[in-house]
């Protein structure tokens, strides 16, 4: 018995750790559509950003509400039908009930009449006053004619006491069959009565649960209503904040050119030398002479290239890779060179980092919606070094990693490079 509880205490807790590795991985997926939406809302303002988002969520806890209103009237029609079954069959068993009562009560009177007969013949035997059980009455007659009708009487005295008891029995096995249905009937309507009671509490509880379902439903579709009224407000500054996007995207491909025209004019000088990859060792950031931001697992939520806005619909380059990241995750540098400031509204607080030539091209790394730097403008730091921290501030919703690489002058996606 021992052995037996344990193995089956062993199942359950399986079964539990299964529903927590599963509730787990929905959280994380839901986290990844999350961060993934939030990086894809680059490019416009925090307030319509998030205006955005509120709308979306409300779609989805609209419909989720709506999925769930359709179960609870699904539930509620089952158990009135449940209900009015059971109440159906109720109103049987209480009807053949009444009929047995009524039989009952109909039966006693020839019950009675049969039990006064069957009394009678036994008195009259006891006192001896029924001579047709004694052949002495028909002996005793004075002539042939006599004999005859005695007899006679004897015979018809007999069957009517054979008649009467045999009434008698019928009557009987009749009552306890009678009562045997009627104690049935009686315990039928009693559990009856009490399925109808749990039926109707049944009912009532699914009836309000699809009420406030309704009522949720009806809350929801108002903020929803609100929220895209909130998006169609703040989507009047869009084309403005559009237009400071793609100025600050132009500036920020001119700072790289400049920085990249000054790296040839320093190879050419030979004031600097190209690194060899193979001399970059790996470390925390990864295998690749360019490493990561961040240090372990990379979740990427908005890849390079070009993407549909969710807000403007229209497809726009994504010159970097984002990545997930929380509220003051520290990014590091990707590769040594010289780090320097820059600010801009869509991209909000940036760091050009100058890697110089590596194999023989030369690589600028720039981070964009930094919280804050910990590093001067102008310094010089090494691979690894903790040079900002992340955040959401230009036009981002939500906090992530905004990581670019240009190579010789020219973004690319990071995702490509040997051993990142």
């Known amino acids: 018995m021992v052995a037996l509880t344990v193995m089956v205490l062993g199942v359950g807790g399986g079964a539990q750790a299964d529903d927590r590795s599963d509730a787990a991985a929905e959280q994380a997926e839901a986290e990844q559509r999350r961060a993934e939406l939030t990086s894809s809302l680059e490019g416009v303002s925090a307030e319509l950003g998030q205006a955005y988002l509120d709308l979306q969520n409300a779609k989805t806890a609209l419909s989720t509400a709506q999925t769930d209103l359709a179960t609870a009237e699904a539930d509620l029609a089952a158990k009135e039908r449940e209900q009015q079954t059971i109440t159906n069959q109720l109103a049987v068993a209480q009807s053949t009930l009444t009929t047995l009562e009524q039989e009952a009560t109909g039966s006693q009177a020839a019950t009675q009449q049969s039990t006064s007969s069957i ?221 320097t400031y820059w600010n801009s509204a869509s991209c909000g607080i940036g760091i050009d980092i100058n890697g110089g030539y590596i194999d023989g091209h030369s690589y600028v790394i720039t981070l964009c919606h930094l919280s804050s730097r910990t590093i001067a403008d102008g310094q010089y730091v090494n691979r690894g070094d903790v040079v900002g921290l992340t955040g959401s501030t230009g036009y981002a919703t939500g906090p992530h990693v905004h990581f670019q690489v240009a190579r010789d002058g020219v973004y690319i996606d990071p995702m490509t490079l040997p051993g990142f």
């Open 119 to 339: 009394g009678q013949l036994v008195v009259s035997t006891y006192q001896g006053e029924n001579s047709l059980t004694s052949w002495t009455y028909v002996l005793s007659s004075d002539s042939v004619e006599d004999l005859t009708q005695r007899a006679s009487g004897v015979e018809i005295g007999s069957a009517v006491q054979e008649s009467v008891l045999a009434a008698a029995e019928t009557e009987r096995v009749k009552a306890e069959n009678r009562q045997a249905r009627q104690k049935a009937a009686t315990q039928r309507v009693s559990d009856l009565k009490k399925d109808a009671d749990d039926a109707a509490a049944a009912a009532q509880t699914a009836k309000d649960t699809a009420q406030q379902r309704r009522d949720a439903v009806a809350t929801l579709a108002t903020q929803k209503a609100n929220a895209a009224s909130v998006l169609e407000t703040q989507k009047a500054g869009l084309e403005e904040q559009q237009a400071q996007a793609s100025a600050d995207a132009a500036a920020a491909a001119s700072r790289v050119a400049e920085i990249d025209a000054a790296n040839q004019v320093a190879l050419s000088e030979g004031s600097v030398s190209s690194v060899p990859a193979s001399s970059i060792q790996s470390d925390s950031l990864g295998e690749g002479y360019i490493g990561h931001p961040i240090p372990g697992p990379l979740s990427v939520t908005s890849p390079f290239g070009y993407r549909i806005h969710p807000v403007t619909g229209v497809a726009t380059g994504h010159q970097g890779v984002d990545f997930a990241a929380s509220e003051g995750t520290p990014q590091y540098a990707a590769v040594s060179g010289t780090a």
